[in-house]
């Protein structure tokens, strides 16, 4: 295109357009990286904060909402509350259990004041938000988990969890309304995942990303198991919750990688075969 004068100064357009492209390429790309980030709401009670959570997701640039078993939803109060973000509402699905919520997920965190007993590491959100944005370079899925109103995540939930999350607050009034919280979880990942946009340069996706395994196939790994372990007289009625709850404890930290996974079926497979001789 070349220069043009505009109130007595010189632009270059051409440049000017290579620029805005630029800029427009690296925002696609920061929205983009955003969408493996999905915001999970469990059990919630209240369709207003259904619809607050989405407007807080839409407002920092995230999208991905998914509902477990909501109590009173879809709302006109759910809607209402969104105050335009109706799209994040109307692309959220809604599931029957958490491991559909989160199937596609390599790291979980779930939101708890508390860790309960439970050997999973606790975080405050900066550095949650922190390890999202090196997960997501890696092209990994991400979910973050917010339990019921009143009493949170359950045990079993936070079982699904890599890391809890942990927000600062006054110790003689911690309650945080679940909107708030979600608010506060997405401004934390716009921040931390700002140096997509930051430079003159689009950052790539690293080089030969580690392949965890999702939620998935982790499920599926923990039923095999735990079934060979029960065929194998070692898990019994009296130890099941706390057996189960520490292999899931140690293999959730181990973060398997697929070949590895791959190695451990085939390991469970060949007892069973054996098993059954």
Same mark, same amino acid.
């Given at each position: ?5 505009f ?8 440049r ?13 790309l ?20 259904i ?9 920092m ?10 109590e009173?939803?879809?709302s ?12 994040v /509402? ?11 919520a ?22 405050d ?7 999202m ?15 019921k109103?009143?009493y949170? /995540?359950?045990?079993?939930e936070i ?6 999350v942990?927000y ?5 009034y ?67 919750a ?25 390991? /469970?497979?060949?007892?069973n ?5």
């Amino acid at each position: 295109m070349g220069n043009v004068e505009f109130w007595g100064h010189v632009i270059d357009v051409t440049r000017a357009s290579a620029y805005d492209s630029k800029i427009h390429q690296k925002r696609h790309l920061f929205m983009h990286r955003l969408a493996q980030i999905n915001m999970v709401l469990i059990g919630t009670t209240h369709p207003g904060n259904i619809g607050a959570a989405a407007r807080a997701i839409k407002v920092m640039g995230l999208e991905r909402l998914s509902l477990v078993n909501p109590e009173n939803y879809p709302s006109p109060e759910a809607r209402a509350r969104a105050s335009g973000a109706d799209d994040v /509402l109307s692309e959220a699905p809604v599931y029957g259990d958490l491991d559909g919520a989160i199937g596609d997920a390599q790291l979980v965190f779930g939101t708890s004041s508390r860790s309960r007993g439970m050997k999973i590491p606790m975080l405050d959100m900066r550095q949650a938000a922190d390890k999202m944005s090196v997960a997501i370079k890696q092209n990994q899925q991400v979910a973050m988990l917010f339990g019921k109103e009143r009493y949170g /995540l359950t045990n079993e939930e936070i079982q699904r969890c890599h890391y809890l999350v942990k927000y600062p607050a006054n110790p003689e009034y911690p309650s945080l309304n679940l909107a708030a919280a979600v608010q506060l979880a997405a401004y934390e990942i716009r921040m931390q995942c700002g140096d997509f946009v930051q430079g003159d340069k689009v950052p790539p996706l690293e080089k030969n990303p580690l392949q965890i395994c999702n939620a998935e196939k982790m499920q599926s790994f923990y039923q095999h198991l735990f079934s060979t372990m029960e065929a194998l007289g070692f898990l019994s009625h009296d130890n099941h919750a706390s057996m189960t709850e520490k292999f899931r404890m140690m293999f959730n930290r181990m973060e398997i990688e697929t070949h590895e996974m791959d190695m451990l079926r085939g390991f /469970l497979s060949a007892i069973n075969k054996n098993l059954k001789k």
